[in-house]
């Protein structure tokens, strides 16, 4: 942990016992207000579905669709704080809420991280690598990026993608034709990068507090499955220089950006122990989720020490882990071989009506005294596709 430069409200804490407001009722705001409730603080969220997964956990839930300004002006007159669980926060909502309410973490980081160009534009300008990318806005444009980075190489939309969604690999010439067509629309701008060949795919989380003290959790080597996160490995299986790198990206990252709250970083690894930022999320995520039973504090607990301006806690990893994504109907599975889990395995479950395909529904954490031994538990529940390698 380190201090560095403060930034306007370096002396402002919102102690325990203070409400706060939580923008967005999903598994990230549930597990948010879960730690919060552990700590003395009172929670408030808003979210559109009733009952939602944080709704369910919080003292009160308004129900408002995201861009609803009266649902915010409520929000923000209800709370002493107001945080979200997600990016793409509407502007005229972040402005009703900063100014009736406090939001530590403001906005700025919001409208960097909610468009891949101004995203990967910043990362590259801190000197941090990302890959080659070009901004295009026609098929013709698409031709000349694909000749100028190569192919393979990746579109995709510059808002509004999760999950492998609004996006496409391009490996061969005669597909950038259907390819723009099918992401292309109106008033959506498009991203097309070098396809990176990593051996691995890391994320490292950064804390940082108003006061500006920062840390970074242990760094996840996360594995996707339909480019959606299945397995994040804690410790990650990679050297100690490669480890230390990624630690320093993510806390230059949040420094030099004036975080407050968390960031998500996420990068590749390529053969040649390179390291590129792929992406952002200034707010928990899901492959920090490891932390909620294997560090001695979790992400959800470090991101509300750092907007309440308390002192970060520590980060240290107490045992190898691994989590593992409980999409759909996985949670049934797991359900029926609750016998079966080895008693250093913790179901986190979400508390969603609806269960349906690819839908996050809950995680497992698999506590082992190593992560193969992990790695091997999870595999004998023979949920999943057995792992290659
Ligand atoms: P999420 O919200 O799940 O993080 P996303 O839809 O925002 O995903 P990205 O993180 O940019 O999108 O990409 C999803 C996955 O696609 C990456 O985790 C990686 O496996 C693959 N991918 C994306 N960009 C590249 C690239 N330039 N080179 C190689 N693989 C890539
Ligand atoms: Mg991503």
Request: with cysteine; charged share 25%; glycine share 8%.
């Amino acid at each position: 942990m380190s201090k560095h430069c403060a930034n306007k409200h370096a002396d402002r804490i919102v102690k325990p016992g203070k409400t706060i407001g939580l923008l967005g009722g999903g598994q990230l705001g549930r597990m948010i207000a879960l730690a919060g409730r552990a700590m003395g603080y009172r929670f408030v969220t808003l979210d559109p579905t009733p009952d939602s997964p944080g709704g369910q956990v919080s003292d009160r839930q308004i129900v408002a669709a995201f861009d609803d300004i009266r649902g915010a002006e409520q929000l923000a007159q209800a709370c002493d704080l107001i945080t979200y669980e997600f990016e793409n926060v509407d502007a005229a909502v972040a402005e009703v809420l900063e100014s009736t309410s406090f939001v530590p973490q403001g906005s700025r980081l919001l409208s960097i991280t909610q468009n891949r160009i101004t995203e990967k534009s910043t990362i590259q300008s801190l000197g941090i690598p990302v890959a080659p990318f070009r901004v295009i806005a026609s098929q013709e444009e698409l031709q000349e990026a694909a000749v100028e980075l190569g192919l393979p190489c990746v579109m995709k939309t510059a808002t509004g993608g999760y999950d492998g969604k609004g996006q496409r690999v391009l490996r061969d010439e005669s597909e950038l034709a259907g390819a723009f067509a099918a992401l292309s629309q109106p008033g959506v701008q498009l991203i097309v990068e070098k396809y990176i060949p990593f051996v691995k795919e890391l994320s490292v989380i950064a804390a940082r507090s108003a006061s500006g003290e920062w840390s970074t959790f242990p760094v996840a080597e996360n594995i996707h499955r339909e480019n959606i996160l299945h397995m994040s490995i804690v410790p990650a299986r990679i050297s100690p220089q490669v480890t230390r790198r990624a630690e320093q990206i993510a806390g230059e990252i949040a420094e030099k950006l004036d975080v407050v709250g968390l960031i998500a970083v996420e990068m590749f690894l390529t053969a040649d122990d390179q390291l590129y930022v792929n992406e952002l999320a200034p707010r928990p995520h899901n492959s920090g989720h490891y932390s909620m039973d294997a560090c001695v504090t979790s992400q959800f607990e470090q991101h509300l020490r750092a907007v309440c301006n308390l002192p970060l806690g520590s980060v240290k990893l107490l045992s190898p882990v691994v989590m593992v994504n409980l999409l759909g109907d996985d949670v049934e599975k797991v359900a029926e071989k609750l016998e079966q889990l080895p008693p250093a395995c913790k179901l986190h479950l979400y508390g969603k009506h609806e269960s349906k395909p690819k839908r996050k529904m809950g995680h497992i954490n698999v506590l082992a005294d190593t992560v193969e031994d992990a790695l091997s538990i999870i595999d004998e529940l023979g949920i999943w596709e057995k792992m290659e390698g």
